[in-house]
């Protein structure tokens, strides 16, 4: 089946501690995406990447960190510098702005991955 | 910078009603609209994407439109039904790139 999946589903995190959240899809789109939602409220774009090796800081991206190494990968590391971490983080990809045809740029989620800190 | 609005937060209904779920956007300069549905605690599922050349999309019970230069969308719900019960989003995709920007949703209930 394709499709885009996160783990874990649930991360607790200590205060001070990086952690590492986990985006692959094999969809073969070359755009992948990272929001974080909180409750009551619609989703913030943390960062985003249109290819391989390249990624773009979102309208929240301090105390974030991304990589794009690989076309279907593209983890999300929250450090401690992250003051408020607790949400609901988002995984999305889409096919690049310039591929062409009637749906491209539909963007795909994952199932959310739910970060609490202790 | 863009902002989008949703209105209502929530809805409630009785099963069999039709509906329709408003989405506002402030920057006209769109590139396309996209509605999703997010069940609690889960990811979101895309409905429809409506290109800003477009003026309505169709997928069976659903029906999106689009009126650019008034910066309005609303998805229309026909023969609610309790399934239907979740969160509504639309978002918007700029002209400038291929990020989205989201309302903060439309909480549905359908009573049976």
């Known amino acids: 089946d394709g499709g885009i999946t996160q783990s874990p589903k649930y991360l607790f995190r200590k205060e001070g501690q990086n952690v590492t959240l986990s985006c692959e899809q094999n969809?073969?789109?070359?755009?992948m995406y990272w929001y974080r939602q909180d409750p009551g409220q619609g989703l913030r774009l943390i960062y985003y990447?249109?290819?391989?090796?390249?990624?773009q800081k979102g309208d929240i991206a301090e105390g974030y960190s991304v990589s794009r190494e690989k076309k279907e990968s593209f983890p999300l590391t929250v450090t401690s510098a992250q003051k408020n971490p607790t949400a609901f983080y988002l995984c999305?990809?889409?096919?690049?702005?310039?591929?062409?045809?009637?749906?491209?740029?539909?963007?795909?989620f994952g199932p959310g991955t739910r970060l609490t800190v202790l | 910078k863009q902002e989008v609005t949703q209105i209502p937060a929530a809805l409630s209904v009785p099963e069999g009603e039709n509906l329709v779920l408003n989405c506002s956007f402030t920057d006209s300069a769109i590139y396309n609209l996209q509605w999703f549905r997010q069940d609690p605690g889960k990811g979101l599922t895309s409905l429809l994407l409506?290109?800003?050349?477009?003026r309505e999309q169709t997928s069976g019970r659903l029906n999106a439109s689009l009126d650019k230069s008034s910066g309005r969308s609303t998805l229309y719900i026909a023969a609610s039904q309790p399934g239907d019960s979740a969160t509504y989003l639309c978002a918007v995709q700029e002209t400038s790139g291929s990020r989205l920007t989201f309302g903060e949703g439309t909480q549905l209930t359908v009573n049976p």
């Open positions: 409506i290109q800003s050349s477009q």
């Open positions: 990447s249109q290819i391989v090796n390249d990624f």
């Open positions: 969809l073969n789109h070359d755009a």
């Open positions: 999305a990809s889409s096919m690049a702005p310039l591929a062409g045809g009637p749906s491209y740029n539909e963007q795909f």
